[in-house]
């Protein structure tokens, strides 16, 4: 809400954009806006984020995990990332719900935040087997996390402020050549098809998310082609060295 505390950070934000000769947008939908408080959008140059495709390698065995995890076999729709207040993730486990007659399936959430107490109890209320909940893993483990993964669920809550993000974890997935089950709106909505890297759903919809993760486990061989369409995707656009590239040419040219 208004406040001094706001107003105050507002002006420290409009100060900082006039007075920078240079401003990075990581993603297109933020220009608009900044341009907004900069008065200069000749100044903001758009480098998004990406992928370390030599950390992320599609041909990463995930075998011993998932037999840890307790789902060689099964396939595995895999949320991977931060529990908050924005993810909206109650569709995971309404999802699950709708699904629970498939034992085929199993929906896999790795991380943890503000939510994940909560989700837990839900799980366990609902006495959701197919639903398995795991701790924040260190990232020298996320590759085989993604390796036993059969789609990667990308969510947020169904809400304006979020068509203009582009979650980290939608390139960590291309860089995995994992397909995606995107229920995201905006920009991130229009670069997953764009790719051909997945499937797009209403954010928030239980459904929708059932039905399409139960139609990817009926039809792997279209998992596996978005996947390898979302790598060639990233290789050519999002290669976090080819963006390392751009700015150091970026500060080249600030400092000549």
């Not at 085929?104 to 991380?111: A, S, T, Y």
């Not at 006495?127 to 947020?156: C, E, H, I, R």
């Not at 499937?199 to 596996?224: F, K, M, S, Y």
Request: overall charge neutral; charged content about 25%; proline content about 4%.
């Amino acid at each position: 809400k208004p406040s001094r505390a706001t107003r105050f950070l507002e002006w420290l934000e409009a100060f900082a954009y006039r007075k920078a000769d240079c401003i990075v947008s990581v993603t297109d939908s933020f220009v608009e806006r900044i341009a907004a408080k900069c008065g200069d959008p000749a100044k903001i140059v758009v480098i998004k984020n990406g992928v370390d495709l030599e950390f992320f390698q599609p041909d990463v065995d995930g075998g011993a995990l998932a037999r840890t995890f307790g789902v060689d076999g099964r396939f595995v729709a895999a949320y991977v990332g931060t529990h908050g207040m924005a993810h909206g993730l109650d569709v995971v486990l309404r999802a699950a719900e709708r699904l629970r007659h498939r034992k085929d399936i199993v929906f896999v959430m790795v991380g943890d935040g503000a939510e994940r107490a909560r989700l837990l109890a839900q799980k366990s209320q609902l006495g959701l087997d197919n639903v398995l909940m795991f701790g924040q893993l260190p990232k020298d483990q996320m590759p085989q996390v993604w390796a036993l993964t059969d789609v990667s669920l990308v969510l947020l809550r169904n809400q304006p402020l979020f068509e203009s993000v582009l979650p980290s974890k939608v390139f960590e997935a291309m860089g995995m050549a994992k397909p995606i089950v995107l229920g995201v709106r905006g920009e991130s909505q229009r670069l997953v098809e764009a790719s051909g890297a997945g499937l797009c759903i209403e954010p928030e919809n239980a459904e929708q998310l059932a039905n399409t993760v139960a139609l990817l486990a009926d039809d792997r061989n279209r998992g596996r082609e978005m996947g390898a369409a979302g790598r060639r995707y990233v290789a050519q656009n999002f290669d976090r060295r080819r963006l390392a590239e751009k700015f150091e040419a970026l500060f080249a040219s600030l400092t000549a």
